[in-house]
């Protein structure tokens, strides 16, 4: 039997759902039968046999609804093959200190299941794409204050690298495609 693979995302931006969708055609084209959705869509995990799923990081944390999902179905996270992916752009810098910082997001994750990979990628940020005037305000400083210009900076190739090395984590033993 096919493993059937849900990769799942919380994106307020679109960044950590284009990640996602990238995870997403590199499983299918290694020949697996994969979903990429929305968190905020899936209700149901029966279908599936394994799972990644991916935050964008606001305030050094996961959203509250990809915690909220983990929480919620953390009997079954346990049991199948989970990998976990993080988006944000402090890794976009040269600053070591501030990367130093980016495993410990997974900390709360750890907390709840036992994932079997890890992926942490530089996102994407364009304060002129948030609506209110506070938050574009709000996101200049934070980008001035960590020294980056608003970009596009994430590395597809090593996105494609890490889920090919993901990718047999996921598919059982067994599964001859
Ligand atoms: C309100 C807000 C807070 C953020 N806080 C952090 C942060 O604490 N650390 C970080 O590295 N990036 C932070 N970022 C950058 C996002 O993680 C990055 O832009 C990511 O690509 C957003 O993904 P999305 O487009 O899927 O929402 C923040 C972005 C926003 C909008």
């Given at each position: 039997?096919?493993?059937?693979?849900?990769?799942?995302?919380?994106?307020?931006?679109?960044?950590?759902?284009?990640?996602?969708?990238?995870?997403?055609?590199?499983?299918?084209?290694?020949?697996?039968?994969?979903?990429?959705?929305?968190?905020?869509?899936?209700?149901?995990?029966?279908?599936?046999?394994?799972?990644?799923?991916?935050?964008?990081?606001?305030?050094?944390?996961?959203?509250?609804?990809?915690?909220?999902?983990?929480?919620?179905?953390?009997?079954?996270?346990?049991?199948?093959?989970?990998?976990?992916?993080?988006?944000?752009?402090?890794?976009?810098?040269?600053?070591?200190?501030?990367?130093?910082?980016?495993?410990?997001?997974?900390?709360?994750?750890?907390?709840?299941?036992?994932?079997?990979?890890?992926?942490?990628?530089?996102?994407?940020?364009q304060p002129g794409k948030y609506p209110k005037l506070i938050e574009k305000l709000g996101l200049r400083i934070f980008l001035a204050a960590i020294?980056?210009?608003?970009?596009?900076?994430?590395?597809?190739?090593?996105?494609?690298?890490?889920?090919?090395?993901?990718?047999?984590?996921?598919?059982?033993?067994?599964?001859?495609?």
């Amino acid at each position: 039997m096919t493993t059937k693979i849900l990769v799942t995302f919380a994106s307020p931006g679109g960044a950590t759902a284009g990640v996602a969708a990238a995870i997403g055609q590199k499983l299918a084209s290694a020949g697996a039968e994969v979903d990429v959705r929305s968190i905020n869509e899936v209700t149901d995990l029966s279908a599936y046999q394994a799972f990644i799923i991916g935050s964008a990081i606001h305030g050094g944390r996961w959203m509250p609804e990809a915690m909220a999902f983990i929480e919620r179905h953390h009997d079954i996270l346990q049991q199948m093959p989970t990998a976990v992916f993080q988006v944000c752009m402090m890794l976009a810098t040269h600053n070591e200190q501030y990367k130093k910082l980016v495993p410990g997001w997974f900390a709360p994750i750890r907390s709840q299941i036992r994932p079997v990979a890890e992926g942490s990628f530089s996102g994407a940020l364009q304060p002129g794409k948030y609506p209110k005037l506070i938050e574009k305000l709000g996101l200049r400083i934070f980008l001035a204050a960590i020294k980056l210009k608003a970009g596009d900076y994430r590395d597809w190739d090593a996105i494609r690298t890490w889920t090919d090395s993901v990718s047999p984590l996921l598919i059982s033993k067994g599964d001859n495609g």
